[in-house]
């Protein structure tokens, strides 16, 4: 079996300014730099022929390229409690039209279609219910911006599970524009 999901890279030095503000909330696990992406569809497990037919479709996918800029922090809660933090990212227009695309390739070749709302963002934080209270953070980081930056091209990844939290190999990436 395959996880995977695809997604966008920020560059090299909106990476490192997002990784400069990670700390401040007690047990919280922060992402490390390979980890930091924009999730446009995730995928999960299926089998190698699926897995191939998803990397071969995605070539199809069609787009602009993005110029994006992170725009504030939040958090998202399960079951009332908090699980993990977050960098937002604009515009949410050309980056929800994207992943529509992609879902709708995705659902062509077998896959079910994307039932969540999409809300582009870069998790920072991955948290749990020994993790400290994230509002400190959320309210000194809230006007959090960077300078725009482009998305050129976006990338099928692999996805592991480990004690570690996720690693990700790269698959395949796909130019926009």
Known sequence: ???LFVGLRPPAAVRAQLLALMGGIPGARWQ???????????IGEVE???AEDAALILSQVHAAPIEATIDGVGQFDSRGRPNAVWAGVRPHGPLAEL?????QALVRCGLEPERRAYLPHI????MNAASGAADRFLAAQAGLTSAPFVLDHFLLFE????????SYELVE???LG
């Open 32 to 42: 490390s730099d390979a980890q930091l992406h924009i999730t446009l569809r995730f």
């Open 123 to 126: 998790t920072l934080a991955r």
């Open 1 to 3: 079996m395959h996880r």
């Open 99 to 103: 992943h529509k695309k992609i879902d």
């Open 173 to 175: 990436r796909y130019p």
């Open 48 to 50: 190698r022929p699926v």
């Open 159 to 166: 996805s592991q599970l480990g004690r570690e939290g996720a």
